[in-house]
């Protein structure tokens, strides 16, 4: 059995499940091209090891905890053509990062919104080394390449600027408290929603290739664990229901423009939205920088996007840290 055979015995499989419907495991065997009951099992428990919930149920066979809304190119590029976004877009189902398959892809094709969007990760990752839980079919892992022009300096920056967007984009559809924490992470209600890796390539004085990678919470598996923070998702906080396939596009679409207007226009006109969101504005907080410990007021962000803390009655920029809230009885 080829590697890519039984990727699509699995793509099959969950394809059949995503009605969250009780199906047979006889019935499933034909339907994978004539497998035994015992290969099928095995298949199931690669879709439990991708964090998908199937029960089994003795006279009635497999089924999902819930039904599944899988993504479709076609429909996400429906949806950007509406927006007159024209960009390569490729969907993958199981990657290890969908940032690893832009670095791959752009080589051949250095166009700047190059995205891939993946159902599910083995090795998402976060900023800082820590992993993203990225669960087969409910969330929305995207990465996009982009140029910059200016060099790694505009780094920073821009993932400020990818933040703003999704808080705006949030906002204007409804969700309640949604706040940004510098440099990039977007919460609602004090819990996290979405979280920004900027990887780069190049050298600091040349043009910099860099690969933008956002985990969106959509509607996490109600069995997850193993989560260091408080998270929630957008199931659980939109007004409304939620379609993967709209909120993909719309995610592509923001991030395609968010990188488009930092490029022409900077920082500078995105500021007061920064300010309006930020959670931290005018708090005491902690910097923690490796083993240095800055105590302080936040007191937003600059132009480049640097954070401006104010200790000892002077202002000070800062480029690289843990934010966190201070209580003040520490003092
Ligand atoms: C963080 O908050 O620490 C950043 C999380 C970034 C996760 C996304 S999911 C898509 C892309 N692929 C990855 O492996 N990571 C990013």
Known sequence: MTTQNKSRRIEQLIEVLADGEFHSGERLGEQLGGISRTAVNQYIETLQQLGLEVFRVSGKGYRLASPLQLLHQQQIQDYLVAEKIELPLELQRVVTS??????????????????????????????????WHSPFGTNLYLSMYWPLARGLSAAMGLSVALGVGIAELLDSAGVQNVQVKWPNDVYVNNKKIAGILVELEGHASEAAHVVVGIGLNLSMPSATK????????????????????????????????????????????????????????????????????????????????????????????FHAGELSIRDVAEV
Request: glycine letters at 8%.
């Open 98 to 131: 969908s940032n690893d398959v832009v670095k791959e892809l752009r080589v051949a094709n250095p166009t700047a919104g190059l995205t891939v969007l993946a159902e599910a990760q083995t090795a998402g990752r976060g900023r800082r080394g820590r992993q």
């Open 226 to 317: 193993n989560i260091d923070q408080p998270w929630t998702d957008l199931a659980s906080e939109l007004p409304t229901a939620l379609n993967r396939n709209y909120w993909a596009a719309k995610m592509v679409s923001e991030c395609y423009r968010r990188l488009q207007a930092y490029d022409s226009d900077g920082l500078t006109p995105m500021l007061a939205s920064w300010q309006r969101f930020d959670k931290f504005y005018q708090k005491p907080v902690t910097l923690v920088m490796g083993n240095k410990n800055v105590v302080g007021r936040a007191l937003g962000i600059d132009d480049d996007g640097a954070l401006l803390v104010e200790r000892n009655g002077q202002v000070e920029r």
